[in-house]
């Protein structure tokens, strides 16, 4: 009986302070290499047109709303990709032949490159 009394009383006088939400935790990305790009909103202010087409490391990505961003409702958001690579990257990769030289590839496919995702 007095709970009751104390509840609607607390009701009566105001409410009880909200508990503070608990921190959400950075999450960890899946890939050291792990990037995102920043995809600008369809109100596209000078900083976002800027950034449109690279990559960013997760980890050095610039924060949205961006620091020079003149857009009150900003709409930009970010892109996540695996890799900061994009695409091939050497002339043999996309078809091309150096020097005359056409013959296949020699070298062992196995432990190639120091990531995980090129073995």
């Known amino acids: 009986m007095v709970t009751d009394l104390f509840k609607k009383a607390k009701g009566l006088f105001g ?5 503070e939400p608990k921190p959400v935790p950075a999450r960890k990305p899946v890939s050291p290499y792990h990037a995102v790009g920043v995809i600008p909103g369809p ?4 900083a976002a047109e800027a950034l449109r087409g690279k990559r960013f490391l997760s980890r050095e990505a610039p924060t949205l709303p961006l ?13 996540h990709y695996e890799d900061r ?8 990769e996309i ?17 190639r490159g120091r990531r995980k995702t090129d073995r």
């Open 15 to 19: 409410r009880e302070p909200e508990p």
């Open 67 to 79: 620091k020079k961003c003149d857009r009150a409702d900003c709409q930009c958001r970010y892109e």
């Open 95 to 111: 078809g091309v032949a150096i020097g005359g030289h056409t013959d296949t590839e020699q070298r062992s496919q196995q432990n």
């Open 85 to 92: 690579r994009e695409g091939p990257r050497r002339a043999r």
């Open 43 to 46: 109100s596209v202010c000078a």
